[in-house]
C-alpha cells in the first residue's frame, strides 16, 4: 500500500450538523481542516486515534483538532451535534482530542449554534468565542483510554479488550505475552502514563457506559465488567465520569426525544471518507 492510501482522508463539512447515528455506526479514519466539536445529547460516541481512544457519554462534548486522524463509532441511538471551529480559533483549546463536561451555558449556545436559523452579521462567531472560553475554562473529563506501542504490552492490553472482566493479574498477563510484571508495570507508567490497575479501571468504565446504555441494572453491569461487588464499582465510575452509575442510566432515561432533523445530505458519506 502506498503511503497516500495510508493517510486518512481530509474531509470538509458545513458550519453545522445535526441528526442521529443508529447503535454501531462507524465512520472510518479520517481527518477535518477545522476543528470539530461533536456533542452527543444522547447515546455514547467514541473516537479513536492511534494514541486511544476517548468516550463521550451523552452530555459531554468531544473536541477534534484540525488534522487529526480519527475514526467513530456510536453506541445505541446517538443523537448528535457537530459543530465547526475554524483553524485560527482552535488555539486555545488542547491538541489532541479531548473530552469535557458541558456547562448549562455551553449546552444552550450549542443548541444555538446547530439549529437551522440565521443570525445578525457576528452574532454567530461571538456564540462561538463563548463556548470556546468556557471550555478553556472546564476541566477535561478522564474518559480517554490510551493504547500502547510496546508490542507485548499491546499483546498484554489486547487480552483484556477481548474481556474486560478477566481477573488475570499482572504476572499472568506477563506470562502469556512473554514479558515480566515488572517490564510490563514499568512500560504502562512509562508508556501510558498510568498503573496497570489505572487503565483496566478505564477499560471497564468505558465498556460499562455501553451496558448501562443497554439498559443493565447497575449490579449486572458491575459483574459484566469485572467488579466483585457495586460498591466499587460505583465508587470508580463516580470518580471517571462525574456521576454515579445509576444517575447516568437515569439521565439517559429522561433524554429528549429524538429531533426531527436529520442529517444534512452528504454527511455521511463525506464522514466515512
Not at 137 to 156: F, I, K, S, T
Request: aromatic share 8%; glycine share 8%.
Amino acid at each position: 500500500m502506498s503511503e497516500a492510501r495510508r493517510v486518512p482522508p481530509e474531509v470538509d463539512f458545513a458550519a453545522t450538523r445535526l441528526g442521529r447515528l443508529g447503535h454501531g455506526t462507524r465512520f472510518a479514519p479520517h481527518r477535518h481542516r477545522q476543528g470539530q466539536l461533536l456533542y452527543p445529547s444522547a447515546g455514547v460516541l467514541a473516537t479513536t486515534t492511534e494514541l486511544g481512544t476517548w468516550v463521550a457519554p451523552a452530555d459531554r462534548l468531544t473536541w477534534t483538532p484540525p488534522g487529526f486522524a480519527h475514526s467513530h463509532r456510536a453506541y445505541g441511538e446517538t443523537e448528535i451535534r457537530v459543530l465547526k471551529v475554524p483553524r485560527e480559533l482552535c488555539g486555545s483549546l488542547p491538541t489532541q482530542p479531548t473530552v469535557f463536561t458541558v456547562t448549562p451555558l455551553v449546552r444552550e449556545a450549542l443548541i444555538v449554534l446547530t439549529a437551522d436559523r440565521s443570525f445578525r452579521p457576528g452574532a454567530r462567531d461571538r456564540l462561538l468565542l463563548v463556548v470556546l472560553d468556557e471550555l478553556t475554562e472546564n476541566p477535561e473529563q478522564l474518559v480517554y483510554l490510551p493504547e500502547p506501542r510496546d508490542d507485548r504490552l499491546r499483546a498484554a492490553t489486547a487480552i483484556l479488550h477481548a474481556d474486560p472482566a478477566s481477573t488475570a493479574t499482572l504476572a499472568e498477563l506477563g506470562r502469556a505475552v512473554g514479558a515480566s510484571e515488572r517490564t510490563l508495570s514499568r512500560q504502562f507508567h512509562a508508556e501510558l502514563g498510568m498503573s496497570f490497575h489505572q487503565w483496566r479501571t478505564l477499560l471497564r468504565v468505558q465498556h460499562a457506559l455501553v451496558h448501562l446504555l443497554d439498559g443493565h441494572p447497575v449490579t449486572g453491569t458491575a459483574v459484566l465488567c469485572g467488579w466483585s461487588n457495586p460498591t466499587s464499582f460505583i465508587e470508580a465510575f463516580t470518580a471517571i465520569v462525574g456521576q454515579t452509575p445509576g444517575r447516568y442510566q437515569s439521565d439517559l432515561r429522561r433524554a429528549a426525544p429524538w429531533s426531527r432533523a436529520t442529517f444534512v445530505a452528504g454527511f455521511r458519506h463525506q464522514l466515512s471518507g
